[in-house]
């Protein structure tokens, strides 16, 4: 969340923040709360100033009412407790600042393209989604799916399960060996406050899954488990930056997505991700978020894929990040890019939630340190993308390169 004093100080720019971010909120809301706060502190302040002064000089008859006074402290205590429960209310709701960088704009219409990489390939024929493609090969069934769970659930299985377990390898091996990464294979279930140290929690509750009988929730994403690995702690800068990964199944309900990509692998209740976090310095941090970046396409090019990097707009980018890049892969079935990776920089709005901090080099104060988040990549649609840039005229896929040794040699699926 963000700093009220910082709010404050600026509310005409965080106003017009929340208005290009299609925020409605009356920022005076948070001004008279904080007045209110500032009010009952000073009452209790003055009140407790007096009790002590008239202990110090118990014979005076100075007409202070001790008992009046301890009541009224009692009061302003618990008003001052429902206030500040209030005003973290509302601080918890808000969303993040945005960077200079930040586009304005409206929805995704609206997101500039940074960079294209690789060139769409020319079919000679006539290219099919992935789901016709990979039921004719028996690599996926989506009837299984319903059956077994509800709509948005797939079964994989053969070469399909296969390689989605080939390419969580490949990915991680990857950011691991070249990119320097810490694995990490984390609970798949988390607190509420975890959920809350991320921004999920209270905002996004109704895309979530809960436990009914446990303060557990199934994880969203890994970031949610790892960017709170440092959660109320304070940190050398010596240490910094930290990076992590993790392999991942990710729960999500889709509920603002009614309707969209009903048919294949686009938009699933649970899927597969390889999520990559950064904690770094706030002098580092949008370099940092160039290298993660990076390091999400890295695993398309290697594995051949065109995709091309968006700079997300004010009315299309995530509640908790001032900046982000989305990855796009090119679907041929589609004729256009799609989202297959997200790479955001919070700064300290997640670090303020969970208290996480660092102690700078020169031995000042802790600050809060930046967090940052990225796929590395959406492990299914990757898949998706494979099979429908590798599709050939007689139905088969051809295994890329880079993965035929993750495939115990198979180039081909048949």
Known sequence: MLDIKYILANQEEYAECLKNRHHDFDLNILAGLDERRRKIIGETETLKAQRNKQSRNAGENSGFDPKAAKARIKELDTELAEVESELHTHLMTLPNKLSATTPIGNDENDNPVVRTWGEPRKFTFEPKPHWDVAEALGIMDFEKGVMLAQSRFTVLQGMGARMERALVNFMLDLHTEKHGYLEVEPPFMVRSAILEGTGQ???????????????????????????????????????????????????????????????????????????????????????????????????????????????????????????????????????????????????????????????????????????????????????????????NEDGSVTIPEALVPYMNGLTEIR
């Open 201 to 391: 929690l209270p905002k996004f509750a109704e895309d979530l899954y809960k436990l009914q009988n446990d303060d557990l929730w199934l994880i969203p994403t890994a970031e949610v488990p790892l960017t709170n690995l440092n959660r109320e702690s304070i940190l050398e800068e010596k240490d910094l930056p930290k990076y992590y990964t993790a392999y991942t199944p990710c729960f999500r309900r889709e509920a603002g997505s009614a309707g969209r990509d009903v048919r294949g692998l686009m938009r699933q209740h649970q899927f597969d991700k390889v999520e990559m976090v950064k904690i770094c310095t706030p002098e580092t941090s949008y370099d940092e978020l160039e290298k993660l970046t990076n390091n999400a396409g890295e695993v398309l090019e290697i594995l051949g894929l065109p995709y091309r990097v968006v700079n997300l707009c004010s009315g299309d980018i995530g509640f908790g990040s001032c900046k982000t890049y989305d990855l796009e892969v090119w679907l041929p079935s589609q004729n256009k890019y799609r989202e297959i990776s997200s790479c955001s920089n919070c700064e300290d709005f997640q670090a303020r939630r969970m208290a996480l901090r660092y102690r700078p080099a020169d031995g000042g104060r802790p600050r809060f340190a930046h967090t940052l988040n990225g796929s590395g990549i959406a492990v299914g649609r990757t898949l998706i993308a494979i099979i429908e840039n590798y599709q």
